[in-house]
């Protein structure tokens, strides 16, 4: 598979073209960012770090029948993927109240919700990703009603097989955000998950101290990032 032009260059991961218009090159970087691109750095390693444990996660996820656009890693930063038409709206699942939710209703970090809570956020950096609901998703054009009911249903089963992994890792899966398109190929089809899940995207806490180990650690100065990042994939037996 040929790499081509640079499509687009998001936050930490860069798309390219390929001589084959169904698929992508998925690049990761070492660039991290927080709160919609306003604090940035680099990390030594976390493209690679990164790369691995997406690879890893989106491999389970396919091998219990979640359609992934995942298709192979193809050396240390970059992954293929199959070409997607991405919905403009991130999914996120919390099974731990923290981040963004403590503070909007005044809860605890830390409290634990009898079940999980399913958030639309609008992709929108420039707006501060506004949480949205169902309505203003469908009646704004953002997504059908069928979409938005396929991104719900496949945001939860996802959290029915990553919570368990990550216990079994000794990791709580606190929350974590999700994306989803259609594929080139069948716009009309059912919807795939995109982008990725790493330690960027999700909250994971050692379930003994409770410590971060994930991208909460560059967001609040708490260091040693990857290292966390690494340690998280040891444990889930992903191959660095
Ligand atoms: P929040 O607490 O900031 O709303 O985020 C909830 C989870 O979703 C957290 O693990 C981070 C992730 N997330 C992103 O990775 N990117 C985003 O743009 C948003 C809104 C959430
Ligand atoms: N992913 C978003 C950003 O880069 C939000 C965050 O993680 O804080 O800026």
Same mark, same amino acid.
């Given at each position: 598979?040929e790499?081509?032009?640079?499509?687009?260059?998001?936050?930490?991961?860069?798309?390219?073209?390929?001589?084959?218009?169904?698929h992508?090159?998925?690049?990761?970087?070492?660039?991290?960012?927080?709160?919609?691109?306003?604090?940035l750095?680099?990390l030594?390693?976390?493209?690679?770090?990164?790369?691995r444990?997406?690879?890893?996660?989106?491999?389970?996820?396919?091998?219990?029948?979640?359609?992934?656009?995942?298709?192979?890693?193809?050396?240390?930063?970059?992954?293929?993927?199959k070409?997607m038409?991405?919905?403009p709206?991130?999914?996120?699942?919390?099974?731990?109240?923290?981040?963004?939710?403590?503070k909007?209703?005044?809860?605890?970090?830390?409290?634990r919700l009898?079940?999980p809570?399913?958030?639309f956020?609008?992709?929108?950096d420039?707006?501060?990703? *506004? =949480? /949205?609901?169902? @309505?203003?998703?469908?009646?704004? #054009?953002?997504?059908?009603? +069928?979409?938005?009911?396929?991104? $719900?249903?496949?945001?939860h089963?996802?959290?029915?097989?990553?919570?368990?992994?990550?216990?079994?890792?000794g990791?709580?899966l606190?929350?974590?955000k999700?994306e989803?398109?259609?594929?080139?190929?069948?716009?009309?089809? *059912? =919807? /795939?998950?995109? @982008?990725?899940?790493?330690?960027? #995207?999700?909250?994971?806490w +050692?379930?003994?101290?409770?410590? $971060?180990?994930d991208?909460?650690?560059?967001?609040r100065d708490?260091?040693?990032?990857?290292?966390?990042?690494?340690?998280v994939?040891?444990?889930?037996?992903?191959?660095?």
């Open positions: 598979m790499k081509r032009q640079e499509r687009y260059r998001g936050k930490a991961k860069t798309v390219y073209a390929t001589d084959d218009p169904q992508l090159i998925m690049h990761y970087r070492d660039d991290v960012s927080a709160f919609d691109g306003a604090k750095a680099k030594d390693r976390k493209g690679e770090t990164n790369n444990i997406n690879a890893y996660v989106m491999g389970k996820l396919s091998a219990a029948g979640v359609p992934t656009h995942f298709v192979r890693l193809l050396n240390e930063r970059d992954s293929l993927v070409a038409k991405m919905l709206v991130e999914c996120v699942v919390r099974n731990v109240c923290a981040g963004s939710m403590a909007r209703y005044g809860i605890e970090e830390g409290t009898p079940e809570i399913f958030e956020f609008l992709k929108n420039a707006l501060h990703d *506004p =949480l /949205v609901n169902d @309505d203003h998703i469908r009646i704004l #054009g953002w997504a059908n009603a +069928d979409e938005i009911a396929q991104m $719900k249903k496949m945001t089963e996802v959290n029915a097989l990553l919570k368990p992994m990550f216990e079994t890792a990791i709580v606190v929350d974590y999700l989803f398109g259609h594929t080139l190929d069948n716009p009309q089809g *059912p =919807l /795939v998950l995109g @982008d990725e899940f790493t330690p960027d #995207g999700c909250r994971l +050692d379930v003994k101290t409770g410590e $971060k180990l991208k909460d650690r560059f967001r708490l260091g040693d990032v990857i290292e966390h990042y690494r340690e994939a040891r444990r889930i037996g992903a191959p660095l």
